[in-house]
């Protein structure tokens, strides 16, 4: 965890300086709903400590508190804030969080999926054409799902999934490293509380989540 907290603020330090470096550029022109757009798709890695404090009880578990996914996102722009371009647009994604233990010598696997959809606001800080900086908020849906192959009533098992789905959201910034390639760090912020099929008794499991995504833009702010 201590791992990743330096990652992700090596990398807002990063976004930071190139946030220096796109205010440098003259200020962008007036900017209309629409004249800018992006769609891209990024892959996460993402730290979950809550995970980590979860007692499942013969659930599955322990769980893994590191986990690997994906978002795809689409905007576009909408005017100017200051310096900054507005883009207003939509997000999905998800990561994946492993678990195995053994009961009874049945392989009682359990797994913890997260996903989310938002809506989401970017303030982007840079001239068209060249490199730039986004501060970025999201605001939706959080979904975590517990899916678990439960050998309790051996020699019988049975596949089970319990999700949760609650309001949530998050804060992050975002950098062009390179033309359409961008990097970025995300603090994701929900709360779940019970998960029933973990257990009532196996904590309450909430945020933030820390997350490291490295995206690739599709749109025409490079053209």
Same mark, same amino acid.
């Given at each position: 965890m201590l791992r990743t907290r330096r990652t992700? /603020?090596?990398?807002?330090? =990063?976004?930071?300086?190139?946030? $220096?470096c796109a205010q440098s550029g003259p200020a962008p022109d007036a900017v209309g709903l629409?004249?800018?757009?992006?769609?891209?798709?990024?892959v996460t890695y993402t730290s979950w !400590? /809550?995970?980590? !404090?979860?007692?499942?009880?013969?659930? #599955?578990?322990?769980?893994?508190?590191?986990?690997?996914?994906?978002d795809a996102s689409i905007d576009? *722009?909408?005017?100017?804030?200051?310096? *900054?371009? $507005?883009?207003?647009?939509?997000?999905? #994604?998800?990561? #994946?969080?492993? *678990?195995? $233990?053994f009961l009874e010598g049945f392989p009682d696997? *359990? /797994?913890?999926?997260?996903?989310?959809?938002v809506g989401t606001l970017s303030f982007r800080f840079g001239s068209p054409g060249a490199q730039y900086v986004d501060i970025d908020i999201g605001l939706g849906a959080y979904n975590?799902?517990?899916?678990?192959? !439960?050998?309790?009533a051996v020699p019988e098992c049975f596949d089970s999934e319990i999700s949760v789905t609650e309001p949530g959201g998050y804060i992050g910034a975002g950098w062009a490293v390179w033309q359409g390639l961008n990097l970025a760090g995300r603090v994701h912020f929900a709360d779940f509380g019970t998960i029933g099929s973990i257990g009532p008794? =196996?904590?309450t499991l909430d945020g933030p989540m820390y997350s490291v995504r490295l995206g690739w833009e599709f749109g025409n702010w490079f053209r």
């Open positions: 992700l /603020a090596l990398v807002l330090g =990063s976004i930071a300086a190139g946030q $220096v629409g004249d800018y757009w992006n769609a891209e798709i990024a !400590d /809550a995970l980590g !404090d979860l007692d499942p009880a013969g659930r #599955g578990g322990p769980f893994e508190t590191e986990g690997l996914g994906f576009g *722009s909408i005017g100017r804030l200051g310096n *900054s371009i $507005v883009f207003a647009g939509f997000e999905f #994604g998800m990561a #994946g969080f492993n *678990s195995n $233990v696997r *359990s /797994a913890l999926d997260l996903a989310y959809a975590a799902g517990n899916l678990y192959i !439960d050998c309790t008794e =196996s904590g």
